[in-house]
Nanobody, 122 residues
Framework: QVQLVESGGGLVQAGGSLRLSCAAS????????MGWFRQAPGKEREFVGG???????AYADSVEGRFTVSRDNAKNTVDLQMNSLKPEDTAVYYC????????????????WGQGTQVTVSS
């Protein structure tokens, strides 16, 4: 089992920044990929960005150039730096882990955090 705990959400004005962090514990290893997803009310959960076990990153088109994912294998943490936030970025953000290569589909992930709310005001 892997436990994931997100932190760093909150309320920010449009144009501002937030940094989310996801701490992994339990049966972790450096060979996992972590994805960040978000879900706004009435919408499906969508891929935001992620980082593979080999530190290859990928992002959704909607956040490319604004969001950055990084990982610290020694601490078992993965961060999501969000800059130039927009009201449409408002959602609950989740981190998720899968073993193997990075994927964009939520059903390919085995473990999920509880989510953290990000609200961007206009």
């Amino acid at each position: 089992q892997v436990q994931l705990v997100e932190s760093g959400g909150g309320l920010v004005q449009a144009g501002g920044s937030l940094r989310l962090s996801c701490a992994a514990s339990g049966r972790t290893s450096s060979s996992y990929s972590m994805g960040w997803f978000r879900q706004a009310p009435g919408k499906e959960r969508e891929f935001v960005g992620g980082i593979s076990w080999s530190s290859i990153t990928a992002y959704a088109d909607s956040v490319e150039g604004r969001f950055t994912v990084s990982r610290d294998n020694a601490k078992n943490t993965v961060d999501l730096q969000m800059n130039s936030l927009k009201p449409e970025d408002t959602a609950v953000y989740y981190c998720a882990v899968r073993y193997g290569n990075l994927r964009r589909r939520n059903y390919e992930y085995n473990y999920w955090g509880q989510g953290t709310q990000v609200t961007v005001s206009s």
